[in-house]
């Protein structure tokens, strides 16, 4: 375990998803969403295929006892990809990224109705506080006014907002996953997966793209291949209570690309709601880790009972 270098590849991997999202929300204009999950899910495969050879783990790695577990973990990933990618070329790149940060919030909510998980107090508090951020950063989307209100960026963040509740489903489908299936044929066939489901998308026009774009999508699935392999690293390093906070430091980068790149400027309410659900996000994290810790402690004086 090496904590500093498991924090290093988190954030490595946060870098290379927002520069992912910024590639397909610059090409969102002439390509559509499903498109763009076939890129960036067909092109990671490779990338994905090379690291299991290299680590030795490309057949006994992609063993599976639970296809049809992998099948509607892929179903529902895939459809939060398809309808993040949609939400990119409709909304600012950091009020995407902030309402996204909903998915860890409603995993609590879904663990508990559908795992089982007891959620306390605390918790439960963390989540209100999380959802009021969300409310807050959705609110100049949904004003009363018809006037005040661009249907367009409502549009979006309806969009983005569903695909967080699709991306806490696909998280409780990973949960119930990795009790009988390895990290890398979990990573590995849900590329497949999102390939293949993408190409139901086609009736709906896909465009032909031009020789820059292209290689923009084709990168796009390299760097998520990449990511994938560095989120997954980084959790051979460190405890992932320890560098799950980590994750929000996407929040940081999405604003500077988006104004560096795109010429956005984030409004208060992005930015207070944001924050709200960045504190939620981190306490609940904290808390966990807390309770696995006393948790360890009990198991360890229990087992060294006469």
């Known amino acids: 375990m090496s904590p500093l270098r498991g924090i290093t590849f988190k954030i490595l991997s946060v870098c290379v998803f927002v520069a992912m999202s910024a590639i397909i929300k610059a090409t969102s204009d002439s390509i559509p969403p499903g498109q763009a999950v076939f890129f960036r899910s067909l092109f990671a495969i490779p990338v994905i295929g090379v690291w299991l050879a290299i680590r030795g783990e490309l057949h006994t790695g992609l063993r599976t006892a639970n296809p049809m577990g992998h099948v509607w973990r892929g179903l529902v990933g895939t459809t939060s990809m398809g309808l993040g990618f949609a939400g990119l070329g409709l909304l600012p790149l950091p009020e995407v990224t902030a309402i996204g940060y909903a998915a860890p919030i409603l995993v609590v909510i879904f663990a508990a109705m559908f795992l089982g998980e007891d959620v306390r107090l605390f918790r439960l508090s963390m989540v209100v506080l999380g959802l009021v951020g969300v409310l807050?950063?959705?609110?100049?989307?949904?004003?009363?006014?018809?006037?005040?209100?661009?249907?367009?960026?409502?549009?979006?963040?309806?969009?983005?907002?569903?695909?967080?509740?699709?991306?806490?489903?696909?998280?409780?489908?990973?949960?119930?996953?990795?009790?009988?299936?390895?990290?890398?044929?979990?990573?590995?066939?849900?590329?497949?997966?999102?390939?293949?489901?993408?190409?139901?998308?086609?009736?709906?026009?896909?465009?032909?793209?031009?020789?820059?774009?292209?290689?923009?999508?084709?990168?796009?699935?390299?760097?998520?291949?990449?990511?994938?392999?560095?989120?997954?690293?980084?959790?051979?390093?460190?405890?992932?209570?320890?560098?799950?906070?980590?994750?929000?430091?996407?929040?940081?980068?999405?604003?500077?690309?988006?104004?560096?790149?795109?010429?956005?400027?984030?409004?208060?309410?992005?930015?207070?709601?944001?924050?709200?659900?960045?504190?939620?996000?981190?306490?609940?994290?904290?808390?966990?880790?807390?309770?696995?810790?006393?948790?360890?402690?009990?198991?360890?004086?229990?087992?060294?009972?006469?």
């Open 136 to 306: 807050i950063v959705l609110s100049p989307r949904l004003q009363v006014d018809p006037a005040g209100v661009d249907t367009r960026e409502t549009l979006g963040a309806v969009i983005v907002l569903l695909s967080a509740v699709c991306a806490a489903l696909a998280q409780v489908f990973v949960r119930k996953l990795v009790q009988t299936e390895t990290t890398s044929a979990i990573v590995f066939y849900f590329s497949i997966t999102a390939t293949l489901l993408s190409l139901l998308t086609l009736p709906w026009g896909w465009a032909l793209p031009s020789a820059g774009v292209l290689a923009l999508l084709v990168l796009a699935g390299l760097l998520g291949g990449v990511g994938q392999i560095l989120l997954t690293t980084s959790y051979r390093h460190a405890d992932a209570s320890l560098i799950a906070p980590f994750e929000y430091t996407s929040m940081l980068l999405s604003i500077l690309v988006g104004y560096t790149i795109f010429g956005e400027v984030p409004g208060a309410a992005m930015l207070a709601g944001g924050a709200m659900i960045v504190i939620a996000g981190i306490l609940i994290i904290l808390r966990e880790r807390q309770l696995g810790i006393e948790r360890a402690r009990q198991r360890k004086a229990g087992s060294s009972q006469p």
